[in-house]
């Protein structure tokens, strides 16, 4: 089975913190993408990865950067948190093989005070 | 732009009932559908993933179907149980490589099977 991790279940930051999110799988996956999930807006595509070093843009990317510097590992950086920035973030991960299905990650609930 | 919509938003059922949660998206190009299924407060766990050549995909008591050119699908719930309680997401990949093909999402339907 797939396994998409995350390094953390809850997060509590202060504002204007710098706050790491990490995000590992395991089965090799060329594509990850970070998600943020808000009530009555749904899920939000942040940025996404198809290479290690490689990175494009999603629909909300203000505020947020990635780091991708190893296959199995996409990390989601909040370079000075802010509480708007409170949210459920998701990572998933993808084979390019034959876009095959995008499996996730537990979530991190990170709260921003 | 594609977008994908849920009805209904919410639904309570009794234990035991067949149900039907609904999913239509505007742009008929599409690569495949998937449906999700998220409890509160967790990630999403992968159910059933369609693609466009596929009518339907089917996992013990699940059922999705997809109907490409009217722009719907439908995942059937046979006889639901208490543990089924969840919100339901439909997502679609698009056809041509846009943006890394990233799914859209629907705002999802939260069920309730009472017992």
């Known amino acids: 089975d797939v396994k998409v991790t995350q390094s953390s279940r809850y997060l509590v930051k202060r504002t204007g913190e710098k706050v790491f999110l990490e995000c590992v799988q395991d089965?090799?996956?060329?594509?990850m993408f970070w998600y943020r999930q808000d009530p009555g807006l749904g899920l939000r595509l942040i940025y996404f990865?198809?290479?290690?070093?490689?990175?494009e843009k999603g629909d909300i990317p203000e505020g947020y950067s990635v780091s991708r510097e190893k296959k199995e590992r996409f990390s989601l950086i909040l370079e000075s948190a802010s509480t708007n920035q409170t949210s459920m973030y998701l990572c998933?991960?993808?084979?390019?093989?034959?876009?095959?299905?995008?499996?996730f990650g537990p979530g991190t609930r990170l709260t921003v005070l | 732009k594609q977008e994908v919509t849920q009805i209904p938003a919410a639904l309570s059922v009794p234990e035991g009932e067949n149900l039907v949660l609904n999913c239509s998206f505007t742009?008929?190009?599409?690569?495949?559908l998937q449906w999700f299924r998220q409890d509160p407060g967790k990630g999403l766990t992968s159910l059933l993933l369609i693609q466009s050549s596929q009518r339907e995909q089917t996992s013990g008591r699940l059922n999705a179907s997809l109907d490409k050119s009217s722009g719907r699908s439908t995942l059937y719930i046979a006889a639901s149980q208490p543990g089924d309680s969840a919100t339901y997401l439909c997502a679609v990949t698009g056809e041509l490589h846009n943006a890394g093909n990233m799914l859209t999402f629907g705002g999802g339907t939260r069920l309730m099977v009472k017992p």
């Open positions: 990865s198809y290479d290690v070093k490689m990175k």
């Open positions: 742009d008929s190009a599409i690569y495949n």
């Open positions: 998933a991960s993808r084979s390019s093989a034959s876009y095959n299905e995008q499996f």
């Open positions: 089965m090799d996956h060329e594509n």
